[in-house]
């Protein structure tokens, strides 16, 4: 059985910084694709970053994160991190950590994960 277990959520001023980390148990964490969505009320959840197995060679931002936000992976502590920097209100949303076993998955949206995590409340104030 695969978990995914969140944690770094919190509320920020706009213009701060937050790191989400996302701990992965069972499973061969170095062999999936990881990634974050973000999911606003009423709405689907979107990919905001994703970084490929292994070496995490690849990477995708959304263009409304590009140049603040930042994953990356650990396999040896079997983790994914997004580093969010220059933080705006309208980057409130609950994030979620994902693991795919097929990387291209996450470009087919939220129906392509295999596993999620409970996800992160990130709160930014203006």
């Known amino acids: 059985q695969v978990r995914l277990v969140e944690s770094g959520g919190g509320l920020v001023q706009s213009g701060g910084s937050l790191e989400l980390s996302c701990e992965v148990y069972g499973g061969t964490f170095s062999e999936y694709g990881m990634g974050w969505f973000r999911q606003a009320p009423g709405k689907e959840r979107e990919l905001v970053a994703s970084?490929?197995?292994?070496?995490?060679?690849?990477?995708y931002v959304a263009d409304n994160a590009n140049g603040r936000f930042t994953i990356s992976r650990d396999n040896a502590k079997n983790t994914v991190y997004l580093q969010m920097n220059s933080l705006k209100p309208e980057d409130t949303d609950v994030y979620f950590c994902?693991?795919?076993?097929?990387?291209?998955?996450?470009?087919?949206?939220?129906?392509?994960?295999?596993?999620w995590g409970k996800g992160a409340l990130v709160t930014v104030s203006s």
């Open positions: 970084i490929s197995p292994r070496t995490g060679s690849a990477k």
């Open positions: 994902a693991a795919v076993r097929a990387y291209g998955n996450f470009f087919v949206g939220s129906r392509g994960v295999d596993y």
